[in-house]
């Protein structure tokens, strides 16, 4: 596509000129405005059809609104029942975005040091709507573009789009410096003791360059050099060369290159270019037919990824058949040719930026949807990923890109994961100062992170569930000293316990074999969520005021193995805890309307997008009856044909939102089915909503419920009044919650979940 007259003029270079003169020392970025462009959105959007750079603008304007509505929506910018008409309008048909004002800068960066140049360009295109209130929803639109040469071979000092060859001169030559950089900088990236796995590929033999050899450890001539690439890669689907009993022999004899697959190629020529002698790809590494071998070897999988020179990453290869070093084709880029003399200018529009952790490029790619390759992401010190668009590198203090992104960072995946797994403050056991004014982290927050993504992913043999998880769990459990139970943590169970589908109405699926105990997210099929951290996340505004409460408490457990791994397979397990039990009354569909307030005080909070049921509960004694309604739903689409008198709720924890003149609470919990005449009890579902009340109807509306009207009765937030005097709002050291008291308090019962 053709570029417009205002692009075509766009004084890109000339402030990269400007730019480039300023003292680079400075604290401060310098940035240069650029003017003569496009005035309104209104005038980009009707440019776009034709003009490539103006559709690239909306497109990125487009990807950025999500996520300034997540962010309204999380911070309560507006009252959440009355969201603004045109919330959810392409940009292009909200009237305050088409006459929005546009600003565009350019920004110069100076980059972290990979070994690379340190100059980085960054043009900013901006809409902003002038004036607004705090209840519009039409915050300011950015759109982000690299701005790069076009010749991988130029001598600029910034940032150059990656070539078409993955292997081209230019690549191999970012590669080395990144693995130079970081072998006489970054002391904590080198495995010290490493030492060769137990079989490896010789993949350069001084004598025949023409095969692999498959050594073993025990039979090698030990030698100075103990360096050895791991692959990490997608079987795929079709048949596989792997090592069995009955090849072992033939491939120590030597494979043929030529006969490898082509991702197993692809993997010797990257390490014969970086000048590495060894190489390990699991599928010939172990012998896929013996039982005893596989449990032994893939036991060894977090030291074997761990101790590894480098992890390569086949990360566009769907297959073994494909391979990974496949021609590169620029994305998003519109092409400037300066009036003067100067370099072809390319400008890439980037990932939008977020609040959140900094954008995986790679989380498109085949690699990032298999369930197996989640730990051989995770374990590495150091790894290089071959995308589909470039090349990326990832150590324990630097991340990179081959097209110039650099991000500094303390620790690998596994060093955060094991950083938060030994934080003691979780998110039930935090008080209010300290979540006021501490940091985010908190207890186990990055495992239940990692488990999101792993459910997401694609896993061939449901019985794989927990081994594919087994090295990065052993290697947690060595730096946590924490038992694991399925999963789950014991210093993070109740947080553990509040997992839920993810995808809304498809609910999660039965795996058809035994894998895990009900009360494991490893004893279904499908992507769960744990909601008590982001519900954590929304409650900090309230953090001076009330606090996460657990109801629940761990008292045993056992799980019964079936492998040697203690991190693998299981065939069996109970988890015995104390809590609150409710026997369920009545379950009904989820209200669509919000729930009202029935005490009028605030702005309710949102609610879970993943409940469909409302669920009724009673407790009965001897001097009161208690009885509430909460949200939530089933796991699996046939658990909803439980008997209810067989039905229970299980409360795990509480979390009161105290506002001026009372509170209201939200509830995490269980529901559970009870097994035959015991206290043993299977998971089928969760609770994660406001305690809820039912709004008594007008005659009107009761007429409309003879008529079948769904809504004529309906149900409102329980607002409970405060027992303190106003004054004592905002006093912090007050015992968590002494301004809630628990308004469904009974005292807790052992139950044994299995």
């Not at 908190?442 to 927990?466: A, C, P, Q």
């Not at 791994?565 to 397990?573: A, C, E, S, T, V």
């Amino acid at each position: 596509m053709a570029l417009c007259d205002k692009c075509k003029a766009f004084g890109v270079y000339g402030a990269i000129v400007s730019l480039s003169s300023h003292d680079s020392n400075e604290e401060e970025p310098p940035s240069c405005p650029i003017s003569n462009w496009h005035a309104h959105l209104r005038d980009i959007h009707e440019s776009s059809g034709s003009c490539n750079l103006c559709a690239l603008v909306m497109k990125g304007w487009r990807e950025y609104r999500p996520e300034l509505i997540k962010s309204d929506l999380q911070n309560a910018s507006f009252p959440l029942e009355y969201p603004p008409e045109d919330l959810y309008d392409d940009i292009a048909a909200i009237g305050a975005y088409l006459n929005g004002e546009v600003e565009v800068e350019v920004e110069r960066i100076n980059r972290s040091d990979d070994g690379r140049h340190k100059t980085q360009f960054i043009m900013r295109i901006t809409c902003n709507v002038g004036v607004r209130t705090s209840s519009d929803g039409y915050g300011a639109l950015c759109a982000r573009l690299r701005i790069a040469d076009t010749d991988s071979n130029s001598a600029v000092p910034w940032d150059r789009l990656a070539g078409q060859d993955p292997l081209s001169t230019q690549a191999v030559q970012i590669c080395r410096t990144w693995l130079r950089t970081c072998s006489e900088n970054h002391q904590s990236c080198v495995a010290e003791s490493a030492r060769l796995p137990t079989r490896f590929l010789d993949i350069s033999d001084p004598a025949d360059s023409t095969h692999v050899f498959l050594k073993e450890l025990q039979n090698f001539k030990h030698n100075t050099d103990s360096r050895y690439v791991a692959l990490s890669h997608c079987w795929g689907t079709g048949p596989n060369l792997c090592t069995t009993q009955s090849t072992l022999q033939k491939h120590k004899q030597g494979i043929k290159v030529s006969e490898l697959p082509p991702t197993f190629r692809d993997a010797v020529n990257v390490a014969r270019n970086l000048n590495v002698r060894y190489l390990w790809i699991d599928s010939l590494c172990i012998v896929q037919d013996d039982p005893h071998d596989w449990q032994v070897e893939s036991a060894k999988m977090a030291s074997i990824y761990r101790d590894a020179y480098f992890v390569l990453g086949a990360a566009c290869g769907e297959s073994d058949a494909e391979g990974f070093l496949h021609a590169r084709h620029w994305q998003d880029v519109a092409t400037l040719t300066p009036v003067d003399k100067g370099p072809i200018l390319a400008l890439q529009l980037l990932p939008t930026e977020t609040d959140e952790d900094r954008v995986d490029l790679v989380s498109q790619e085949p690699l990032n949807k298999r369930a197996w390759c989640l730990q051989e992401r995770y374990l590495p010190r150091r790894m290089l990923l071959y995308g589909s668009q470039q090349i990326l590198w990832e150590c324990q203090k630097t991340s990179a890109s081959e097209e110039g992104d650099i991000r500094l960072h303390d620790g690998s995946h596994l060093e955060r994961i094991c950083k938060t797994a030994n934080i003691p403050a979780s998110v039930l056991a935090r008080t209010c100062r300290e979540r006021y004014e501490g940091d985010k982290d908190v207890n186990y927050v990055d495992w239940y992170k990692m488990v999101e993504d792993y459910t997401g992913r694609f896993i061939t043999k449901s019985s794989d569930r927990l081994p594919a998880l087994s090295g990065l769990a052993k290697a947690v459990s060595q730096s946590s000293k924490d038992e694991y139970l399925a999963g789950l943590w014991k210093n993070g169970l109740i947080e553990g316990l509040t997992w839920c589908g993810s995808q809304g109405a498809e609910k999660l699926e039965e795996p058809g074999e035994y894998i895990a105990p009900s009360w494991s997210w490893a004893s279904v099929t499908g992507s769960v969520r744990f909601p008590i951290y982001s519900w954590y996340e929304r409650a900090r505004w309230s953090a001076n005021m009330s606090d996460f409460e657990s109801l629940a408490e761990y008292v045993s457990h056992s799980l019964d193995l079936l492998d040697l791994d203690q991190h693998g397979r299981l065939k069996g397990g109970w988890l015995r805890i104390n809590a609150p039990v409710f026997p369920i009354t009545s379950l009904e569909p989820h209200q669509s309307s919000a729930p009202s307030l029935v005490l009028y005080f605030g702005v309710a909070p949102m609610r879970s997008p993943f409940a469909d049921k409302t669920i009724g509960v009673r407790r009965e004694s001897s001097y009161e009856t208690i009885e509430a309604w909460l949200e939530g739903g089933f796991d699996k689409p046939h658990d909803e044909n439980v008997s209810l008198d067989k039905l229970s709720v299980v409360f795990l924890a509480r979390l009161p939102l105290i506002l001026e003149h009372g509170f209201m609470e939200h509830r995490f919990g269980l529901i559970v089915e009870k097994m035959g005449d015991g206290e043993q009890y299977r998971r089928v579902g969760f609770i994660d909503g406001l305690v809820l009340r039912k709004v008594y109807t007008p005659l009107k509306r009761w007429a409309l419920k003879l008529a079948g009207d769904p809504d004529a009765e309906t149900y409102g937030v329980a607002g409970f009044r405060r027992p303190i005097q106003d004054g004592d709002m905002h006093d912090l050291d007050k015992r968590p919650n002494r301004l809630a008291y628990d308004a469904l308090w009974v005292r807790g019962t052992d139950i044994t979940l299995v």
